[in-house]
């Protein structure tokens, strides 16, 4: 076959929805952007433990401390599954870790900010867990199969960590005053790096149109958006809370129109200017460094010999 007819049957199979495996014929630039795309998926989860990990020791009782932790290990977990994942097109996971622990490559912008109180843990599994099962919803249909399998999985867990953290925001705001205010500040903190999540503007996206013309990427970035909006807008009004952006509003065919974000400042963050960025990715080099003896062990490898 011509690479020209294989590509041509590549497309046919995507088209009527079959599923790329790892060993299947794949254009190079299918390839790439997956292991560019799963890379960083894989590097948001493990980050994305980290703020919610430094509030374990503080959870205020002894079931929150369990409910969390148990969301901090899904969440590590769901990074082992998309390294597994991103492995299966040739890119080793020793590679992968390198590249996040020397900055070369991204993780989300939201994991690059403080968690202040124990309100962002609510704003976190509420929010940031449910605009990502938007888009992992609709990734979990897209066509390469270790991808999409893996998102399943783990779309199930992240639909749990989203009622987690609506049982923390609804308990607050059944609380003191205080309470109800640090939820109301949470959200006006985490507001700008949420609507970002979702990647630029269509028109500024790099990759959307190779991801969209060989089925990965089932909606842009702009649609996502919208689509986790109309969700939760009306959720977050009903509660009584309000938007830190005075001019959005949602129109009589249901979109929410709302205030452009400083892009300026997301371009900082994901490459590496977040406030927390630099913090963030030294403890990750910590721990990398402090579980080298059991790397080496489950390799067989001796122990001692780990400086
Ligand atoms: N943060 O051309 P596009 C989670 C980069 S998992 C950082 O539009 P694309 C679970 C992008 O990589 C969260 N960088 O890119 C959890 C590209 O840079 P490059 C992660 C971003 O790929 C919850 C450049 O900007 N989810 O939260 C971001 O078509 C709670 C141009 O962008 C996934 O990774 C961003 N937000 O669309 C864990 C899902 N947005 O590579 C713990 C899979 C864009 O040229 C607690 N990924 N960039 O250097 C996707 O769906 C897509 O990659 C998008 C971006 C939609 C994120």
């Known amino acids: 076959m011509t690479e020209q007819e294989r590509l041509e049957e590549f497309e046919a199979r995507i088209a009527q929805g079959d599923k790329i495996e790892p060993g299947d014929w794949m254009p190079d630039l299918y390839r790439k952007q997956l292991i560019r795309l799963i890379h960083q998926h894989a590097n948001s ?76 843990i609510g704003i976190i599994g509420w929010l ?31 639909a749990f960590h989203i009622k987690q953290g609506y049982d923390i925001i609804i308990t607050l705001m059944n609380g003191t005053p205080q309470q109800w205010a640090m939820v109301q500040d949470a959200l006006n903190r985490w507001w700008w790096p949420i609507i970002m999540f979702f990647g630029p503007h269509d028109k500024a996206s790099v990759h959307t149109a190779t991801l969209q013309r060989w089925g990965v990427k089932p909606k842009t970035n702009d649609e996502q958006r919208q689509e986790f909006l109309r969700k939760f807008v009306p959720k977050i009004w ?16 249901g979109e929410v129109h709302f205030t452009d974000p400083d892009w300026a400042i997301f371009y900082a963050v994901i490459n590496g200017g977040g406030p927390m960025g630099p913090e963030r990715l030294a403890v990750r080099r910590l721990s990398y460094q402090e579980g080298a003896w059991v790397r080496r062990a489950l390799a067989g490898r001796p122990v001692a010999a780990v400086a």
């Open 128 to 158: 940031i867990d449910g605009a990502a099962i938007i888009n992992q919803t609709l990734m979990a249909e897209g066509s390469y199969g270790p991808y999409a399998r893996a998102l399943k999985r783990i779309c199930l867990e992240e």
């Open 238 to 253: 009903e509660l009584g809370l309000t938007l830190p952006d005075p001019d959005l509003h949602i129109d009589e065919a």
């Open 45 to 120: 989860e493990i980050m994305g433990a980290l703020p919610e990990g430094t509030w374990i020791p503080y959870a205020p009782t002894f079931k929150r401390k369990l409910a969390l932790m148990a969301k901090v290990q899904d969440e590590v977990g769901h990074a082992q599954l998309l390294y597994r994942a991103a492995e299966t097109l040739g890119k080793s996971r020793e590679a992968m870790v390198e590249e996040l622990l020397s900055g070369q490559s991204k993780y989300s912008n939201v994991f690059n900010y403080p968690c202040e109180t124990w309100a962002d």
